[in-house]
């Protein structure tokens, strides 16, 4: 898809003129960015993975007594331990690793808490680990700790606009950033809801790169199921080829959600699976290059088979 007819502007801040100006610019920078058609290294600190190929899958681990789907079934080091190893042999090329719940009506925790929970998975699994680990926090203190344990990405479901010092914090340890929308605004937004979603990554950009992260080491995602109604969750899923236009890996994290639930009926998330892959199915025929999933086999292999297709019906 070409950024033909995609209006990029910046979201401007009380941030001064000069500061405006630039962000506008860097902003309208992003119509030109390109896809990313040809695979290339993303260095992520000691390892490395391929972006830009073959669609990358990414566990879910939640070690948290109250997350919506697997609250409760991690909270043990063994449990987690075994629950990570089994996703890297079922095929998964990253860990997402949480402490905090962000369900709906969630408490938020303590860093102290957060840290307790999370450090003993990294500690351990880190250093045996054959695919980068991502530590999913929004706070600071949090993502040093986790970072200095061994983790390799950092995933922040606010994208670096909640807590700008989380840039700072990825700069210093030289890792990659997953930045998420998550726009208390959107459920009331009118408008085009990807031209607010880029709006919002230019800002995130931006942070990005006045702590020396360059746009390569960034990854963008959607949001579904933050701050979003049902119906906008949808058309973002299918429309997510419009963000490829930014230049950034793209990553989903659709797995089991409530949107899901919903359109089958009210089902739970115990019976959100089949939905779930048809979302997998859908991002990478988009060319979406991270799917982030609680079932790492099952939607590797409906990754697979989209990709195949995909591929042979463009030769």
Known sequence: MTAKGIACSAKRFSMGRDAAVQQDNFYHSMTSAGQLTTPRLLPCRDRQIVVGGEPLIVGVLNVTPDSFFDGGKFTVLESALAQAQRMVIDGAAMLDIGGQSTRPGHEEISDEEEIARVIPVLEAFAPRSSVPLSIDTYKPAVARAALRAGAHVLNDIHGLQRSPELAEVAAEFGCPVIVMHNDVAFPEFAGDPIQSIKRFFAASLEIAARSGISRERVILDPGIGFAKTPEQNLAIMGRL??????????????????????????????????????????????????????????NLRAAQMAYAIRQASSR
């Open 241 to 298: 080829a419009e963000l490829k236009c930014v230049g950034c890996p793209l990553l989903l994290g659709a797995s089991r959600k409530s949107t899901i639930g919903r359109v089958l009926g009210g089902l739970p998330p115990e019976e959100r699976l089949e939905g779930t892959l048809a979302t997998t199915v859908l991002a990478v025929w988009q060319e979406v290059d991270f799917i982030r999933v609680h079932d790492v086999q099952a």
